[in-house]
């Protein structure tokens, strides 16, 4: 991850684990992301690993998960990348997705990491794998996004 010039984000103070299960609660406060049984595997300042289990009810007509949920995999791993980039509340601003193969498998994992972190903002970057039943990866997307600080509520 690198850093803006005026980018200073205060040290985690906290465990690895308990790091985790912070972004785990506010995963679980999530609506949609509890619908479609979002798993957050792996969380780290800058860097996200969400999967998402691969259900009859998440593919389309020709049996591929529906680029609807390998979106929001991507865009869920990009602001959480950003937001623990950035150590504040945010909410995306913009992202770019490229699918380069149906999503077939058992499972999505989507991993973000902050590229570039300013005051205001993170450039994050996400691939997303479709995991088959012998657990091997297939990159199915690339995601670009800018995960914005949100204003302080007036």
Do not use: W
Not at 5 to 26: N, Q
Not at 70 to 92: H, I, K
Not at 119 to 128: D, G, L, P, S, W
């Amino acid at each position: 991850m690198t850093t803006g010039d005026a980018a200073t984000a205060p040290p985690v103070t906290v465990s690895p684990e308990a790091f985790l299960a912070m972004g785990r609660e506010v995963l679980a406060r999530q609506p949609f992301s509890v619908l479609v049984g979002a798993e957050l595997a792996q969380l780290a300042p800058g860097a996200c690993e969400l999967q998402v289990p691969v259900t009859d009810q998440l593919r389309q007509q020709n049996g591929f998960v529906h680029g609807g949920v390998v979106s929001y995999a991507a865009d869920n791993a990009l602001t959480y990348a950003g937001g623990t980039a950035l150590r504040v509340p945010v909410v995306t601003s913009e992202f770019k997705i490229n699918y380069v193969r149906p999503a077939l498998g058992r499972r999505l994992v989507a991993r973000a990491r902050a590229e570039h972190v300013s005051r205001t903002q993170a450039v994050c970057r996400c691939e997303v794998f479709a995991v088959d039943e012998a657990g091997t990866e297939k990159l199915c997307a690339l995601a670009q996004g800018t995960i914005a600080v949100l204003p302080e509520k007036s």
